[in-house]
Every structure is written in C-alpha cells, then in structure tokens.
C-alpha cells in the first residue's frame, strides 16, 4: 500500500500541473479550464495568514516566470491573429499577402477563389484589366513608393463569375511595412443589415437603402438608376451618410457595410478587432501627461448631465430605444471609456484606483463642467463613489446598477468559481493573474469572443441566455470588445479594482446611492444589501427581479426608467 502524500508533497504535484496546464493553454482551450481548476485547488490550500506569494515555492514561481517570458516570446510578433482576424471576419474570400505577393494568411473560400494557399503567391493575373492599375499602385504603396491605401477592384478568378473586392492595406503595430489585403464585396445584404446600420449609426430608411444599393453596385449612377433619383440627390445622401457613419471615403463606406453584412451571414461570431465607437460620436480628451479619454454620449444632445461607468461584463451599448427614452426625458448621458478600455490610455505606473480617479476627475473638470449624477455599471460604480468621499459636490447622486464586491463583500464566495479565482489572484497573485490574462485572452483570439462569455456564465443560465440570444448578443459582444482592444490589462486591473479600499466612503456619503441589485445573479441576498441602509440612510436597495448579472440587457427599460427617475429628483 502506498503511502498518502505530505502536504508538501500535495502542493508540489498540483504546481507540476499548474506549470503543465500554463505552456498546453498556449494552444488547448481544455488545458485552460484544467489550469484554472488547478488554481483555485492551490489557493484553497493556501494558509490564511500566507494570502500572497509566500506561500509558493520559489522554483514553481520562476517557472511561471519563464512561462510568462515564453508567452511574450510568442506575441513579439502578433501579427499573425491580426492578418488572420482580416480574412475571418468577413463571409467570402479574403487574402492577406505581404509586398512581395507571398500569401500570409487565406481563408477557405480565398483558398478556393484565388487558388492559393498561405505561403504560396498570389497570382496577379486574377485581377481584371480594367483594375490592375489600381492593384499595382496599391502594391507600390506597400513596398514604400506611393500613398494609395485602398481601392475597390474586380477579381475575375478561371471557371467562376467576376466579382468586386475591396483591396487595402494592413498596417501593424511592431512593422515597419504594411501588408495588403483582398477581401470580397460578393455579400449577401439582409434587412437585419440595414436594420444594423439605422440603429447603429441612426440612418434613415432611404440612406440605408443607398447605401445597399452603393454596397451592390460601387457605382453612383447606378445607385441613381435603380432609385429613380437624380445622381445630384444620390451623391448628397452619399455625403450625409459617410458623415453619419464617420467613413473617411466611398471605400471607407463600403468596408463598412461589408463588416456589418458579413457579421449578419456569420452568425454573430466576433473576433477582436480595432475599436470603433458604434454611436459614431467618440470625441477624444487629450491630457498634457500625454493621457487620452476618449468618450461619447447619449440621449439629449442638451440635456441634463449624467456621467455612466461601465464595468466588467456590461457596456455602454444599450438598445436603440433607450436613446428615445433619454431624449424624451431630457437627459444626455456622457460614457468616457475607462482607463484601458476603448480608446482611453492606462498608466500603469499608477495604481488602478487612482489611474481611473486622475481620468475621472479630468473629465468632469474639462468636459461636464457642472454638478451631475454619477452612474456605475457593477465595479464602475467605485471609482464614482471614491471621487465623491474626496469631493462631495461632485455628484448629486449616484446610481450603482450590478453587484459590486464593495457593495456586498459577504457575497463574493458566492461567485462564480472562475471569477472567484481571478478575483483572489488579482490580491494575492497579480502578477500571476497577468499570465492567466494573457493566456485567456490567446484563447479569445483563437476561438472568438464565445470562448469567454461560455466560461464566465457558464453556471448562470439567465445570463448564457442572454449572451446567446440574437437580440442582446450583438451587446455583450460589443462590451467585450471594448474591454479587451488593447490586451488583456483592462481585465487584469478590474480584478484589482474589485479590492479597492474605498468601502468606508459609502459611511461618509451625504448624496443618495441607489443600488439597482439583480435577484437572478447567484449573490443576491437583500439582507445583506439591507446593511448598507442601515450605514448610511441615504443608500436605497432596488431589487432588479427576474435579472442576473447582465441585467442592463435583460431589463433596460426598467433600469433606464430607474435612472430617469433620479435624474428628476435630482434637478
């Protein structure tokens, strides 16, 4: 009979596969789940008084540092799940080749279109006569000896029809040399297409319809033609709807539409890719410290100010309707994106808290300019509250909508495993936490925005469901890709905002605090929630029945109604 295990021997087995499971999730999802499991068996074994990285052993945490090194080995050159992004992400053949006409990366219908493979080269002839001086600038463009950037050409492929492709270049961030790209304009529109473009960037039926027709023909008069219109009408609508959709050019328009088609034949499916603002009115705050805010809005262009905060898991994206309620209740929402998140800068020399606070208070001071309500999104909610304990005429009220870990700490052993995992590394382990980021966020990049949303919800039903369904989906996808642009740190430092010692600033608040709090998202309690009353009598309880933790997608009405609400009592 074998003898048990020490204890000591116990942990050194389960760092073995700790060590084990970080170098298989560089390719294998499963390796990933395991690790993560492996993780929070470690930390359980942990003493309570050896809460940090004492209670490792000093080779298993040079190893993970090799780990780690070897990970940023192979994102030195992260080009290739960029260049690979370009072809999967639209429905039809695309190529990416570099100057020298070497093929980088092709997807399956390119491979059948163009008859190529990646590290063939791609076979010039394709392109039609009548385009190929185009093609050629373009081509010289690339190798440093022109200034084309894109153009729409035809590619007339042997034993199959023509068809209009749009050809531009793909610039990355470590290379000096751009790469160009081929990618179909053959897509099927649908009305859920054109639907897409009025919500998003609020054209009008007709403009949609242009655009349809422009996107199909990639000729004005035709567009004319077919509408029965004046080339005169057709080329003012053109310039209103590049003006609406922020398209620099005809082309610009037509990657656009092709974008927005092919996310509708994919079914979804969303690969990280750059940020752009769907409301199509980001403005940018740039700071002498060399900081960037980039921020947009809702609502009344001229209403009553209230700034919002998203967190982790819900964006600022909300459904068309809600801009309707906000205009008719007079209120404009300002969303500055958070440090890290979109398009705003992170300085990591700073402490999270107070890198969200130095941006915070920026923008409140250059661009509100006046006393508003402060609204935040699960853990959005804590830099507002810790602005308000150190000014406290800074708000008139603030809203918190979601669970918060400083709104409820009791609660946070009642998260899901995963997300208790993370948060105790971001205290304990952040460095480590890093390297699970990095990992997870491979993952993403491999498998597609899913892969996380599977993982993250994956014992809260209600919320699956809502990362499911066609109607919110689009939503959760777009928080996503606003949180993870620029890498894995956003999340990274979120876990680390989580510990925020800010919990005694809802004691000193004098404005009112109203929690909107999901029953449906696994930590409810309301006797919990009940103590914070018991704090502070101007902090409210709001049970959100019926919602989980995505509840602004599940039960936005309510929730905006909530936020109207507050806002007329509190001007």
């Known amino acids: 009979m074998e003898e048990p295990l020490s204890s000591s021997e116990e942990n050194s087995a389960l760092e073995m596969d700790i060590i084990s499971n970080t170098y298989r999730s560089i390719i294998d999802q499963n390796a990933f789940d395991q690790l993560m499991d492996n993780w929070k068996t470690r930390l359980d074994r942990l003493d309570a008084k050896g809460a940090d990285q004492n209670g ?10 090799v780990a780690q090194k070897t990970l940023e080995g192979l994102d030195i050159q992260p080009d290739d799940g960029k260049l690979e992004r370009v072809v999967s992400e639209v429905a039809g053949p695309a190529v990416v080749f570099a100057p020298n006409l070497r093929v980088t990366a092709i997807n399956i219908d390119g491979t059948r279109a163009f008859g190529a493979e990646s590290g063939a080269i791609f076979n010039m002839s394709l392109v039609d006569a009548a385009s190929i001086g185009d093609f050629e600038a373009l081509i010289r463009s690339a190798n440093g000896r022109g200034n084309l950037d894109q153009a729409i050409i035809t590619i007339a492929p042997p034993g199959r029809a023509p068809f209009h492709a749009e050809a531009f270049l793909v610039r990355l961030p470590k290379t000096t040399t751009p790469y160009v790209a081929v990618r179909t304009l053959e897509i099927g529109w649908s009305e859920a297409t054109s639907e897409k473009l009025r919500q998003a960037f609020g054209l009008s039926a007709t403009e949609a319809d242009v655009a349809r027709l422009f996107f199909q023909t990639c000729n004005l008069q035709e567009v004319a033609t077919l509408r029965q219109a004046s080339l005169h009408t057709v080329r003012t609508q053109m310039k209103t709807i590049q003006s609406k959709t922020g398209a620099s050019s005809q082309a610009d328009l037509i990657r656009l539409c092709s974008m927005v088609a092919s996310r509708e034949l994919l079914g979804g499916h969303s690969e990280l890719s750059e940020w752009r603002d769907p409301l199509g009115r980001e403005s940018y705050l740039d700071l002498d410290d060399g900081r960037r805010i980039a921020w947009t809005w809702m609502g009344a262009k001229d209403g009553k100010p209230a700034v919002v905060l998203r967190g982790l898991g819900m964006g600022y994206l909300l459904p068309a309707r809600t801009e309707m309620q906000l205009i008719e209740a007079g209120i404009k929402l300002y969303i500055p994106s958070r440090p890290g998140y979109g398009n705003s800068s992170m300085h990591r020399n700073l402490d999270v808290l107070e890198d969200n606070l130095v941006a915070l208070r920026a923008f409140l001071d250059t661009v509100v300019q006046t006393p508003c309500v402060g609204i935040g999104m699960s853990d959005g909610i804590i830099p507002l509250l810790a602005e308000q304990d150190i000014d406290p005429n800074r708000f008139l009220a603030l809203v918190a909508i979601g ?8 609660a946070a052993h009642r998260l899901p495993a995963i997300q208790i995992t993370t948060s105790r ?49 689009p939503l959760v996808r777009n928080a996503c890709a606003h949180l993870l642009v620029q890498g894995h740190m956003a999340f990274v430092r979120d876990m680390q905002l989580f510990h925020a010692e800010v919990d005694g600033a809802i004691d000193r608040l004098t404005s009112p605090l109203h929690c909107l709090m999901p029953t449906e998202d696994g930590v409810f309690n309301l006797e919990e929630y009940q103590e914070l009353t018991q704090r502070n ?23 905006i109604g909530h936020v109207i609400d507050v806002m007329q009592a509190s001007f």
């Open 56 to 65: 490792f052993s000093f080779a298993f945490l040079q190893q993970l540092t």
């Open 403 to 410: 669970y918060s870990g400083l709104l409820n700490r009791k």
């Open 425 to 473: 590394l971001a205290k304990q382990a952040p460095r480590i936490l890093e390297l699970i980021g990095k990992l997870g966020l491979r993952m993403m990049e491999r498998h597609g925005v899913d892969w996380y949303l599977e993982r993250s919800y994956k014992t809260m039903p209600l919320d699956l469901r809502t990362c499911r369904n066609p109607d919110t989906a």
């Open 537 to 559: 009598d101007g902090v409210s309880i709001v049970p959100i029945k019926g919602a989980g933790d995505l509840l602004v997608y599940q039960k936005t009405d309510e929730i």
